[in-house]
Antibody, heavy 124, light 105 residues
């Protein structure tokens, strides 16, 4: 059974740093071609991909947020962590982690498996 | 950066065909993927690489990609198809989503 679950704070103050952890099972981040990513969605708005990390530790970031983001993986724990610095109220959103899987989206083209998402509110 | 343009909303009668367009410069040169997102839920991949359905996605869902427009088609639309639909491509080494289209049945 494939599961992904995001965890982290639900409320963060402006200027603080957000750290989110995605813990997954039934999937691997060691397999050639697979990738995991973090995607966010402000209330009522569209999806936005923040960062991707590949099986070989290659990393890609949203150009507009690159200076504020860090993505890392711990394959021994089946976890991927996203850090975002200098939070602002506009960063309030549901944050999803997702995995490419191996059957449909290997290579990073798309994301086949998603967590349920975690709502993060940035407010003082 | 690459931009994907989707119409805000599509309305279709029960049992009829719904079509969603995703516009982008020479989008035919890219693989387009489509996601369905129901209220309060995570997105679900419904079409990958232009016209392929993951396991469990009904045959009513199909996709095409030509020129500057990719299209998702839902045949025999059902009430349960009401959702937001997002197109997505890979560009400049990252994932790009369209703005999403809301389907009303």
């Amino acid at each position: 059974q494939i599961t992904l679950k995001e965890s982290g704070p639900t409320l963060v103050k402006p200027t603080q740093t957000l750290t989110l952890t995605c813990t997954f099972s039934g999937l691997s981040l060691n397999t050639n071609g697979v990738a995991m990513g973090w995607i966010r969605q402000p209330p009522g708005k569209a999806l936005e991909c923040l960062a991707l990390i590949f099986w070989d530790d290659d990393k890609r970031y949203s150009p507009s947020l690159k200076t504020r983001l860090t993505i890392t993986k711990d394959t021994s724990k089946n976890q991927v962590v996203l850090t975002m610095t200098n939070l602002d109220p506009v960063d309030s959103a549901t944050y999803y982690c997702a995995h490419s899987g191996t059957e449909y989206c290997s290579g990073g083209g798309c994301l086949a498996y998603w967590g349920q998402g975690t709502l993060v509110t940035v407010s003082s | 950066s690459y931009e994907l343009t989707q119409s805000l909303s599509v309305s279709v009668a029960l049992g009829q065909t719904a079509r969603f367009t995703c516009g982008g410069n020479n989008i035919a040169s890219k693989n387009v993927h489509w996601y369905q997102q129901k209220p309060g839920q995570a997105p679900v991949l419904v079409i990958y690489r232009n016209n392929n359905r993951p396991s469990g996605i009904p045959e009513r869902f199909s996709g095409s990609n030509s020129g500057n427009t990719a299209t998702l088609t839902i045949s025999r639309a059902q009430a349960g198809d009401e959702a937001d639909y997002y197109c997505q491509v890979w560009d400049s080494s990252t994932v790009v989503f369209g703005g999403g289209t809301k389907l009303t049945v």
